[in-house]
């Protein structure tokens, strides 16, 4: 089973961030996490990933808070090729596989 | 150039069918997986071989039987095909190392048995 929880549906407007949310409550010490998404008909792209700090690179920012309980996946300009569903997943070390939730589904309004 | 790719990209055949789907990654990863995503949209992990060995079988049907020639190459075997085997199976691979299993996805076949 999915260690995370995430809002089934959530939309932002063009142009403006996308704040999406997932909770870990019973996330491990030497656990990452993980955010993939899906575009529609297409295979999972790996997005971003963080175990304590904050992350960013050219895609999006990773917002991990203080007790790893929770984070935040931020689009700070979102475009309509931004719909997908949002995977938030945690992954151990030694860990060969990706436990995939339900995810976030993200319609970007025009 | 793909990193990751699929054949065939669609698949229709009758029950009871053999079919096979074949999987070549071009990263140099050591760790295939190969998932399913069923009519629900949830995607789960069928199967995993690092170095041609196979690391992960999360309980699936005998009637599934992974090969792998090579590190680049996963293939999935299916025989006697049922209708609850329509679905979509991606691919991917990975190069474990110290918790950064970043996973490269192919873009999927998709099956529907008749």
């Known amino acids: 089973d999915a260690k995370t929880t995430q809002p089934t549906s959530m939309d932002c407007a063009e142009g403006r961030a996308a704040n999406l949310p997932c909770n870990h409550s019973t996330i491990s010490g030497n656990e990452y996490v993980y955010w993939y998404r899906q575009i529609h008909s297409q295979g999972p792209q790996y997005i971003i990933h963080?175990?304590?700090n904050n992350e960013t690179n050219e895609m999006a920012s990773l917002i991990i808070t203080e007790d790893r309980k929770s984070s935040t996946l931020i689009l700070p300009h979102a475009t309509l090729r931004d719909t997908a569903v949002y995977y938030c997943i945690v992954s151990i070390d030694s860990s060969y596989k990706l436990i995939f939730g339900s995810g976030t589904r993200l319609l970007v309004r025009p | 150039d793909t990193a990751v790719s699929q054949t065939p990209k669609y698949l229709v055949t009758q029950m009871g069918n053999d079919k096979s789907i074949k999987c070549e990654q071009n990263l140099g990863h050591d760790t295939m997986y190969w998932y399913k995503q069923d009519s629900k949209k949830f995607l789960k992990i069928m199967f995993s071989y690092n170095n041609k060995e196979l690391i992960i079988n999360e309980t699936v049907p005998n009637r599934f039987s992974p090969k792998s020639p090579d590190k680049a190459h996963l293939n999935l075997h299916i025989n006697s095909l049922e209708l609850g085997d329509s679905a979509v199976y991606f691919c991917a691979s990975s190069q474990p190392g110290q918790g950064e299993e970043t996973q490269y996805f192919g873009p999927g076949t998709r099956l529907l048995v008749l």
């Open positions: 963080g175990l304590k």
